[in-house]
């Protein structure tokens, strides 16, 4: 089993910035991609920027230019810097990742529980 545990939400202005992280703990034996997604009230959840093992990124076009995505393998953290906040970026932010336990053979999608991010015009 792996546990990823969001931290970092909190209020903001607009065009202020917050770094969101995510720590993955358990019996972790190899990570593959990880990724921030967000979730308003009654719309799906969508995606916010990916990394894979090979630090490629991809972006929502909404936050490209302004969201960073960043991952530290030894520590099994990923992290998203986000500047030029906009209210619409408003939302509970989750993280991901695709790993494969020391007991398993296949690789598993988790999630966190996700950390709120409030931006105020």
């Known amino acids: 089993q792996v546990r990823l545990v969001e931290s970092g939400g909190g209020l903001v202005q607009a065009g202020g910035s917050l770094t969101l992280s995510c720590a993955a703990s358990g019996k972790i034996a190899s990570t593959n991609a990880m990724g921030w997604y967000r979730q308003t009230p009654g719309k799906q959840r969508e995606l916010v920027a990916t990394?894979?093992?090979?630090?490629?990124?991809t972006y929502a076009d909404s936050v490209k230019g302004r969201f960073t995505i960043s991952r530290d393998n030894a520590k099994s953290t990923v992290s998203l810097q986000m500047n030029s906040l906009k209210p619409e970026d408003t939302a509970v932010y989750y993280c991901?990742?695709?790993?494969?336990?020391?007991?398993?053979?296949?690789?598993?999608?988790?999630w966190g529980q996700g950390t709120r991010v409030t931006v105020s015009s």
């Open positions: 990394i894979n093992s090979g630090a490629i990124t």
């Open positions: 991901n990742g695709l790993f494969k336990t020391i007991s398993g053979s296949s690789w598993n999608l988790y």
